[in-house]
């Protein structure tokens, strides 16, 4: 399967805990986008990253959140002390050399 | 204002018409500009994209660009069941000095296609 892979498609927190969210672009692919979906809501953009670098995080929140693309392994997004707030898809996408998005299958987290 | 507005639907067509969907940007340095379709509880689907004025066609998708309007909407003709879904428009502006950047989608429409 060459296509974005994410994982865990389904990941259940308690409030206080973390939670990490695994992204592995397309094969060939070197940009990561996250975007979050709320319920009844919009897909907004969180954050943009190449191997190594942050390109735009003018959509994450500015506590609790961060995300990383190491040059090895997938891209981490990483929730600190998640919030009942917090729940929603989580969506991944990658493109490689043009502006087209390719999406994941998503992760749903939902806070207890 | 919102950055992406969409007619706020939902839209019920019969099986066999055309669907229009429809799409605002307020974003003059957009410059390119997608349509995805989500089905219910799936992940979004790029189905169509166009960087220029005036209309692309693939298939039974065609969409329209006007800059000038700055509108894009995305017409499916000979709709079938199967096109039931939630149809996302999304705008595109380089950032960082790229030609990439980060997409911003308007709330979606909701499509019905009825036998």
């Known amino acids: 399967n060459a296509g974005v892979m994410q994982n865990p498609r389904h990941l259940v927190r308690r409030r206080g805990q973390e939670a990490r969210l695994r992204c592995s672009p397309m094969k060939g692919h070197s940009h990561v986008y996250w975007y979050r979906q709320l319920p009844e809501e919009g897909l907004k953009f969180m954050v943009y990253?190449?191997?190594?670098?942050?390109?735009?995080e003018s959509g994450m929140p500015k506590e609790r959140f961060s995300a990383e693309f190491p040059k090895e392994g997938p891209s981490i997004l990483r929730i600190q002390q998640v919030v009942r707030g917090d729940s929603a898809a989580y969506f991944c996408?990658?493109?490689?050399?043009?502006?087209?998005?390719?999406f994941g299958a998503g992760t749903r987290l939902s806070v207890l | 204002q919102k950055e992406v507005e969409q007619n706020s639907g939902p839209l019920s067509v019969p099986e066999g018409a055309i669907a229009s969907l429809n799409c605002t940007y307020s974003d003059r340095g957009s410059q390119s500009f997608f349509w995805y379709r989500q089905y219910s509880g799936k992940s979004p689907e790029l189905i169509m994209f166009?960087?220029?004025?005036g209309d692309k066609e693939d298939g039974r998708f065609t969409a329209q660009l006007n800059k000038a309007s700055q509108y894009v909407s995305l017409l499916i003709r000979d709709s079938q069941p199967s096109d039931s879904a939630t149809y996302l428009c999304a705008v595109n502006r380089p950032a960082g000095g790229t030609s990439y950047g980060k997409l911003t989608f308007g709330q979606g429409t909701i499509l019905t296609v009825h036998p």
């Open positions: 166009i960087y220029s004025n």
């Open positions: 996408a990658s493109s490689g050399g043009s502006d087209r998005e390719y």
């Open positions: 990253l190449q191997k190594e670098n942050i390109i735009d």
